[in-house]
């Protein structure tokens, strides 16, 4: 047997661990495995590596992908959804083993249901908005990232009287803001998931702390709407995503706070830094189990599925159950985070 794997979309923590465990697990089958550089562009191109024992010594402790990544398409590139199969065949693959978030895992499930391709996913993303999995690997590695960047910039906040407003990535869900803010105790969380934020009921919250300790924090997600502000017009990706290159929000959130309270404010965008180095261990283990189940499931023959994190469980669903809707952040988790701001 000769699997390939690949890794699409936004790299994060986790993806090498899970590398490692879908190699060791095709040795253990006795099996080959070969790695495609750049997501679907190397299946697309023919961009392959072989990946050996050596290859994935020391891998647990890396962020980012050994592989590269990219947002490539095959859908969107002429004759790219023809190229990935004759590559297929000509490589001799058995299996595939496509690795990302919602879009690659999105081509995954149309090159199985349109193709029959021999195809298993395994989620990742550092947003945790994919469904049908309780958490995917990065997530957590973000979050402690951005914890740490939230209690550091309190320190400034303290010392000078300041209202410090961070501003982290997630572009659709809030979910590493709203774990940010509940982990970090900030004093209120901006998510992407309301149309528009109530910036009235934040500055009366706002107003109340500041009386009581004369600094506050605010988490603000890159995708918030905030009502007024003048949006630049963003470039789409290849899945029609927007990119986020500019990330102002947290700057308009520190004008209205400085324009409406008279305080001084100050904004840290922690963009990519949430995004690399070393997982946690959160993430190595699930990485790993999420390689090691892939394989399984291709020695089981069950195709188009993917690897979900259920409870402590980690099983197959169908990939198409993952993707069409992003799992985004519900009333139930907001109203915890409303009710913890006093
Ligand atoms: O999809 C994960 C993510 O990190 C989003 O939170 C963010 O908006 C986007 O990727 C950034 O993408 P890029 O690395 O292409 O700028």
Same mark, same amino acid.
């Given at each position: 047997?000769?699997?390939?794997?690949?890794?699409?979309?936004?790299?994060?923590?986790?993806?090498?661990?899970?590398?490692?465990?879908?190699?060791?697990?095709?040795?253990?089958?006795?099996?080959?495995?070969?790695?495609?550089?750049?997501?679907?562009?190397?299946?697309?191109?023919?961009?392959?590596?072989?990946?050996?024992?050596?290859?994935?010594?020391?891998?647990?402790?890396?962020?980012?992908?050994?592989?590269?990544?990219?947002?490539?398409?095959?859908?969107?590139?002429?004759?790219?959804?023809?190229?990935?199969?004759?590559?297929?065949?000509?490589?001799?693959?058995?299996?595939?083993?496509?690795?990302?978030?919602?879009?690659?895992?999105?081509?995954?499930?149309?090159?199985?249901?349109?193709?029959?391709?021999?195809?298993?996913?395994?989620?990742?993303?550092?947003?945790?908005?994919?469904?049908?999995?309780?958490?995917?690997?990065?997530?957590?590695?973000?979050?402690?990232?951005?914890?740490?960047?939230?209690?550091?910039?309190?320190?400034?906040?303290?010392?000078?009287?300041?209202?410090?407003?961070?501003?982290?990535?997630?572009?659709?869900?809030?979910?590493?803001?709203?774990?940010?803010?509940?982990?970090?105790?900030?004093?209120?969380?901006?998510?992407? &998931?309301?149309?528009? %934020? $109530? !910036?009235?009921?934040?500055?009366?919250? +706002?107003?109340? =702390?500041? /009386?009581?300790?004369?600094?506050?924090?605010?988490?603000?997600?890159?995708?918030?709407?905030?009502?007024?502000?003048?949006?630049?017009?963003?470039?789409?990706?290849?899945?029609?995503?927007?990119?986020?290159?500019?990330?102002?929000?947290?700057?308009?959130?520190?004008?209205?706070?400085?324009?409406?309270?008279?305080?001084?404010?100050?904004?840290?965008?922690?963009?990519?830094?949430?995004?690399?180095?070393?997982?946690?261990?959160?993430?190595?283990?699930?990485?790993?189990?999420?390689?090691?189940?892939?394989?399984?499931?291709?020695?089981?023959?069950?195709?188009?599925?993917?690897?979900?994190?259920?409870?402590? &469980?980690?099983?197959? %669903? $169908? !990939?198409?159950?993952?993707?069409?809707? +992003?799992?985004? =952040?519900? /009333?139930?988790?907001?109203?915890?985070?409303?009710?913890?701001?006093?």
């Amino acid at each position: 047997m000769k699997i390939g794997v690949l890794t699409g979309g936004g790299d994060c923590p986790g993806l090498n661990p899970a590398i490692r465990g879908v190699v060791l697990q095709a040795i253990h089958f006795g099996w080959e495995t070969v790695g495609f550089n750049e997501g679907w562009r190397g299946l697309i191109q023919g961009l392959t590596e072989p990946l050996d024992i050596h290859k994935v010594e020391g891998l647990m402790s890396k962020g980012g992908t050994m592989l590269g990544s990219s947002r490539t398409n095959p859908y969107k590139e002429e004759g790219g959804v023809d190229k990935v199969l004759k590559n297929i065949r000509e490589f001799g693959l058995d299996a595939v083993v496509a690795m990302g978030g919602e879009d690659t895992l999105g081509v995954a499930n149309k090159l199985y249901s349109e193709h029959q391709v021999n195809i298993v996913g395994v989620p990742k993303t550092m947003d945790n908005d994919l469904s049908a999995t309780d958490y995917t690997f990065g997530f957590d590695t973000a979050v402690n990232l951005a914890v740490n960047a939230l209690e550091v910039l309190r320190d400034t906040g303290k010392s000078h009287r300041r209202i410090m407003v961070l501003e982290v990535m997630g572009r659709h869900a809030g979910w590493v803001a709203l774990y940010t803010a509940i982990a970090g105790e900030a004093d209120w969380v901006l998510l992407p &998931e309301d149309e528009e %934020v $109530d !910036i009235d009921k934040m500055l009366e919250h +706002l107003e109340k =702390v500041y /009386k009581r300790r004369r600094t506050a924090t605010v988490v603000v997600s890159e995708g918030a709407t905030i009502p007024g502000a003048h949006l630049k017009k963003e470039e789409l990706d290849e899945f029609g995503h927007m990119i986020l290159k500019r990330r102002e929000v947290g700057r308009q959130v520190v004008d209205i706070i400085e324009k409406k309270m008279k305080v001084e404010a100050r904004v840290g965008v922690i963009g990519h830094m949430q995004r690399g180095g070393p997982p946690t261990i959160f993430d190595r283990i699930l990485g790993v189990r999420a390689g090691v189940k892939a394989v399984d499931l291709i020695k089981e023959k069950q195709f188009g599925k993917m690897v979900a994190l259920k409870g402590t &469980e980690v099983l197959g %669903v $169908d !990939i198409k159950d993952a993707v069409g809707k +992003l799992k985004t =952040v519900t /009333k139930e988790w907001s109203d915890l985070a409303l009710g913890l701001f006093k």
